[in-house]
């Protein structure tokens, strides 16, 4: 035993081996959307570099588990189910996002499922870089991307260059600049934040110093990004936009960050404790020893028992078990006669012949069918759309950020009110959109989802109602919109529009399918 494991230890470490791997086979899909995250030049390009420095600092770490004492824990499985549930129902409609926040979940609970709570502190800064470059952070984008906005117009005026902003949009007398979503500085955001956790943790910067420290290292990710699109907009201005950290201002972001990071170690430099040699961590050692059991010095390695070996397997069966229900709800045939109501409904309006200018389109991905339909009514022109898809996928679904009810380089949103009322005793609900263009035209447009078998105005109800259609067989998911023929408006063409709108809703309700 002093050499050599024995057979129940060995079984014991065969197992721990193969967690790792079938979780990522149950969960290849969300680890793909990563690993192409990581792979592009986006905020998270440095995610294989975090990531196999959080495997390095996993290995260092490997003595402090040769004897742990695994015990069972069911508060860790109800963090497994919580996880893998809502990765779930997010799989099952689409919600990347929601997916991958799930992850995070699923491992914590499956390792302190495994090696108990105490042994997630071994873990956790592993953990925590594997969570910063997740791409889950997005939703700072556009707070970063207003700030960086604000104080570029800001500096431009200090320094008396006559610009015009709108929005995101400037305008400067050497040319025009946009601060869009990829300037926001999110990438030398979240790789601050990374250097700033591995940084205290290897220099022991402990409670407020710690603090201050991340602190400073978010602070110069940010400044570095204003200095970025700062000197970018006054050099294209006074060289009119030909210089080449204009064309190639990724590059010159990151020279930018780079010299940032000078301030960066010169402060940790100062702040590290000159006693403690960088990189030694004795509090490594302490925490171990509460994993390790003391009374058996002479025996390496732990040997467990058919319970402790039966936990891991327990704890990984709780992780893949909805991976294995989502492939076969996946794979579950839809029956529902989608083309009935579409013929319902048209059977309901005379349709126009002859020819119009038809000045309205959508946009929508990955659709089934699309079809527009010229209609007559009270004597007037009108149209009317239904765009339908019997199985969603990943970009190629419903409820998507790049779909739209109309062209948006021909008609600008100018108003938005949602309408609910009751016809015959049923719930009546639609969106009006008020369009214009650049040739002042205008135009009223409704529309509406029918998701599930129900329906809705708002998009996130929608992605509800789809896991209810999922679940019950029904994935059958529409957008009807109905429209004016001509882009005048007319008070009584919005009356009109209603009454369609009306019509229609009432025999998508009354539709049974047989």
Request: with cysteine; charged share 10%.
């Amino acid at each position: 035993m002093s050499n050599h494991l024995s057979s129940k230890a060995q079984r014991w470490h065969l197992i721990l081996l193969c967690i790792p791997l079938v979780l990522c086979i149950a969960y290849a899909q969300s680890l793909s959307e990563i690993f192409e995250e990581w792979t592009g030049n986006g905020p998270y390009s440095h995610g294989f570099l975090a990531f196999a420095i959080a495997l390095w600092i996993t290995w260092k770490k490997k003595t402090a588990f040769h004897k742990i004492q695994s015990t069972f824990n069911w508060y860790a499985l109800l963090i497994i189910l919580s996880g893998g549930l809502a990765w779930s129902m997010a799989n099952l409609v689409n919600v990347q996002l929601i997916q991958l926040m799930s992850l995070p979940a699923i491992i914590f609970g499956t390792i302190v499922a495994i090696f108990g709570w105490q042994s997630f502190r071994e873990l956790s800064i592993p953990f925590i870089a594997f969570v910063l470059v997740l791409p889950i952070w997005n939703f700072l984008q556009v707070p970063l991307q207003i700030i960086s906005a604000q104080v570029t117009y800001q500096g431009l005026r200090l320094i008396n260059i006559p610009t015009l902003k709108e929005g995101f949009h400037f305008t400067v007398p050497g040319g025009q600049f946009i601060v869009e979503p990829a300037c926001s500085g999110l990438g030398f955001f979240l790789t601050s934040c990374l250097l700033a956790i591995l940084f205290i943790y290897f220099n022991q910067l402990r409670g407020v110093k710690g603090l201050g420290f991340f602190l400073f290292a978010i602070a110069l990710a940010i400044v570095s990004n204003w200095i970025r699109i700062l000197t970018i907009m006054i050099v294209g201005n006074y060289t009119q936009m030909d210089h080449i950290i204009v064309q190639d201002h990724l590059t010159f972001g990151w020279v930018i960050y780079c010299l940032m990071l000078i301030p960066f170690f010169l402060v940790g430099q100062y702040l590290t404790d000159p006693l403690t040699p960088g990189g030694a961590n004795p509090g490594d050692q302490k925490a171990s020893d509460h994993l390790i059991d003391n009374t058996t010095p002479d025996t390496p390695y732990y040997s467990p028992s058919r319970r402790t070996i039966a936990t891991p397997l327990l704890a990984l069966g709780f992780a893949v078990i909805f991976p294995c229900v989502n492939f076969v709800l996946a794979n579950y045939s839809n029956n529902y006669p989608a083309d009935l109501l579409e013929e319902r409904i048209a059977d309901k309006f005379k349709p126009v012949l002859q020819q119009h200018n038809l000045n309205w389109k959508t946009h929508y991905v990955g659709t089934h069918s699309q079809t527009i339909k010229r209609i007559q009514y009270n004597n007037k022109a009108f149209l009317y759309t239904v765009v339908r898809y019997d199985k969603q996928a990943q970009g190629s679904e419903l409820i998507f950020y790049d779909n739209s009810i109309y062209a948006r380089d021909k008609w600008h949103l100018s108003s938005q009110q949602q309408v609910k009322n009751t016809l015959d005793g049923n719930p009546i609900s639609y969106t009006l959109l008020h369009l214009t263009n650049s040739m002042e035209q205008s135009r009223k447009l409704l529309f509406w989802y029918y998701i599930g078998g129900r329906i809705t105005t708002n998009r996130y109800e929608a992605k509800v109602l789809e896991l209810l259609g999922i679940l019950s067989g029904n994935r059958a998911a529409y957008v009807f919109a109905v429209t004016t023929d001509s882009p005048i408006n007319r008070a009584a063409d919005l009356t009109d529009l209603e009454q369609i709108a009306n019509t229609m809703q009432q025999q998508i309700v009354q539709f049974n399918p047989p």
